[in-house]
């Protein structure tokens, strides 16, 4: 017997593991749930390295994933970056428009309510040094826009039309140091002058005999010399000086902030009529 | 001499078979190294080694695997078996040789499990498990025994 085992012993090994692999299965079949020893055994053995295996396998998972996430963020981030820099300009634009669309909304208003035709017109550059202020305009002659036409805004006089061309006008501000308009203060009725001075403030000239100013008594174009209509807004007193001679001084704020002025109206000349009840705001 | 090495091949291939092969997996196709493993140790010690070291390491994976005990046992045993004898029968020995032996030899390593577990009254189709799952290991298995193959022979020449 054991002279064939070792004859044949490959065989014979083959024949010994199959029959031992057939009666655990066959043992399994009969009895489901029993012979689990073993099973038991090796899994005693082989669990513990199984699960830091594991371990191992989930860290590097979870660190993959962690990078995954990271880049994702970063793109996300990049993305949104963008996504907040095109919102912003949108919402820049949507501001620029609302605020252009609440000035042109006052100006039809405030169109309807002068009496005589006006022409609404927009500032297509500035002239800001020192010496003079002034803007420009880009209606002209063609338009039927006149010299030394009053030029307003909702909230009051911007200045008069200096320079007329064919399809543009050259206004003076009101702050332009040559510049002189007839104005009143609206509390004691003072006639005086609103003289512009260097370095674009407006100074209010009244004569030593008329009532006395006072600060925040607001300032209205009287009408006297004719190119103004009676009843524009100029401005506001915000500093009152000691008279010195024939003359009693007072700063004034302009009715209009000139440097942000970007449409106006220019009206006729020769308008005669009380035009403060087309500023009830003032 | 060599048994703490066949030590060595039982513990370790169970363990990366368990652990290390799921990460490897491609579009649910995962290898059975231990197929490898047998068929490789096979041809290089003869039937005997192929024999019990595929029915120790079939062993250990239907422990790890929670099946029924014997069945990748048998399975693995027959084919170390049949590895171990190929040199004799063919009288070739080709790095080529191994790699297809791998293949066929998952593919066999299918069939027989699927046989035995009749047994159980395994209810799935074996056309259904040949073509979602025994062929698509076979070929995967072919590819990481060329990889296996190949590494040594590549060094050798340089």
Same mark, same amino acid.
């Given at each position: 017997?054991?002279?064939l085992?070792?004859?044949?012993?490959?065989?014979?090994?083959?024949?010994?593991?199959?029959?031992?692999?057939?009666?655990?299965?066959?043992?399994?079949?009969?009895?489901?749930?029993?012979?689990?020893?073993?099973?038991?055994?090796?899994?005693?053995?082989?669990?513990?390295?199984?699960?830091?295996f594991?371990?191992?396998?989930?860290?590097?998972?979870?660190?993959?994933?962690?990078?995954?996430?990271?880049?994702?963020l970063?793109?996300?981030?990049?993305?949104?970056?963008?996504?907040?820099?095109?919102?912003?300009?949108?919402q820049?634009?949507?501001?620029?428009?609302?605020?252009?669309?609440?000035?042109?909304?006052?100006?039809?208003?405030?169109?309807?309510?002068?009496?005589?035709?006006?022409?609404?017109?927009?500032?297509?550059?500035r002239?800001?040094?020192?010496?003079?202020?002034?803007?420009?305009? @880009? %209606?002209?002659?063609?338009? +039927?826009v006149?010299? !030394?036409? #009053?030029?307003?805004v909702t909230?009051g006089? =911007?200045? /008069? &039309?200096?320079?007329?061309?064919?399809g543009?006008?050259?206004?003076?501000?009101?702050?332009?140091?040559?510049?002189?308009?007839?104005a009143?203060?609206?509390?004691?009725?003072?006639?005086?002058?609103?003289?512009?001075?260097?370095?674009?403030?407006?100074?209010?000239?009244?004569?030593?005999?008329?009532?006395?100013?006072?600060?925040? @008594? %607001?300032?209205?174009?009287? +009408?006297?010399?004719? !190119?103004? #209509?009676?009843?524009?807004?100029?401005?506001? =007193?915000? /500093? &009152?000086?000691?008279?010195?001679?024939?003359?009693?001084?007072?700063?004034?704020?302009?009715?209009?902030?000139?440097a942000?002025?970007?449409?106006?109206?220019?009206?006729?000349?020769?308008?005669?009529?009380?035009?403060?009840?087309?500023?009830p705001?003032? | 001499?060599?048994?703490?090495?066949?030590?060595?091949?039982?513990?370790?291939?169970?363990?990366?078979?368990?652990?290390?092969?799921?990460?490897?997996?491609?579009?649910?196709?995962v290898?059975?190294?231990?197929?490898i493993?047998?068929?490789?140790?096979?041809?290089?010690?003869?039937?005997?080694?192929?024999?019990?070291?595929?029915?120790?390491?079939?062993?250990?994976?239907?422990?790890?695997?929670?099946?029924?005990?014997?069945?990748?046992?048998?399975?693995?045993?027959?084919?170390?078996?049949?590895?171990?004898?190929?040199?004799?029968?063919?009288?070739?020995?080709?790095?080529?040789?191994?790699?297809?032996?791998?293949?066929?030899?998952?593919?066999?390593?299918?069939?027989?499990?699927?046989?035995l577990?009749?047994?159980?009254?395994y209810?799935?189709?074996?056309?259904?498990?040949?073509?979602?799952?025994?062929?698509?290991?076979?070929?995967?298995?072919?590819?990481?025994?060329?990889?296996?193959?190949?590494?040594?022979?590549?060094?050798?020449?340089?």
């Amino acid at each position: 017997m054991l002279e064939l085992w070792l004859r044949y012993r490959k065989y014979s090994l083959l024949l010994l593991v199959v029959v031992a692999a057939f009666s655990l299965l066959t043992f399994q079949r009969a009895r489901p749930g029993e012979g689990l020893w073993l099973a038991e055994g090796v899994a005693a053995v082989t669990a513990p390295i199984q699960m830091a295996f594991a371990r191992v396998h989930r860290g590097a998972a979870d660190l993959w994933t962690t990078y995954v996430d990271w880049k994702g963020l970063r793109a996300d981030l990049a993305r949104l970056r963008a996504e907040v820099t095109a919102l912003r300009l949108r919402q820049l634009r949507q501001d620029e428009l609302d605020a252009e669309n609440g000035r042109l909304r006052s100006f039809l208003t405030l169109r309807e309510r002068l009496p005589a035709g006006a022409i609404a017109a927009e500032v297509v550059a500035r002239e800001w040094n020192g010496f003079t202020r002034g803007l420009t305009i @880009d %209606r002209g002659r063609a338009d +039927g826009v006149e010299r !030394l036409a #009053p030029v307003i805004v909702t909230q009051g006089v =911007v200045g /008069r &039309v200096a320079g007329l061309r064919r399809g543009s006008a050259v206004v003076q501000l009101l702050t332009d140091p040559a510049s002189s308009i007839g104005a009143v203060v609206n509390r004691s009725r003072a006639q005086g002058l609103a003289e512009g001075v260097t370095g674009g403030k407006l100074r209010l000239k009244l004569a030593a005999s008329e009532e006395g100013v006072w600060v925040g @008594d %607001r300032v209205f174009t009287s +009408g006297i010399s004719g !190119l103004f #209509p009676k009843g524009l807004p100029l401005g506001r =007193v915000v /500093r &009152v000086f000691p008279p010195t001679g024939l003359f009693r001084l007072a700063e004034l704020e302009p009715a209009v902030q000139l440097a942000t002025v970007e449409e106006v109206l220019v009206l006729s000349r020769g308008v005669t009529a009380d035009l403060s009840p087309a500023f009830p705001d003032t | 001499m060599r048994v703490p090495l066949y030590f060595l091949a039982v513990s370790g291939g169970t363990l990366v078979q368990s652990t290390v092969v799921p990460v490897i997996a491609v579009g649910g196709v995962v290898p059975d190294v231990l197929v490898i493993l047998v068929v490789l140790l096979g041809l290089r010690r003869g039937p005997e080694a192929g024999c019990l070291i595929g029915f120790a390491l079939g062993l250990a994976q239907d422990v790890v695997a929670g099946g029924p005990l014997g069945l990748h046992a048998l399975s693995k045993a027959v084919i170390g078996f049949v590895a171990g004898n190929l040199p004799h029968w063919f009288l070739v020995w080709k790095p080529g040789v191994a790699v297809v032996a791998v293949a066929l030899a998952t593919l066999a390593d299918g069939a027989l499990r699927f046989a035995l577990l009749q047994l159980f009254h395994y209810p799935a189709p074996f056309g259904e498990l040949l073509t979602g799952v025994i062929l698509p290991q076979a070929g995967y298995n072919g590819l990481l025994a060329a990889l296996v193959v190949a590494v040594p022979t590549v060094r050798a020449r340089v």
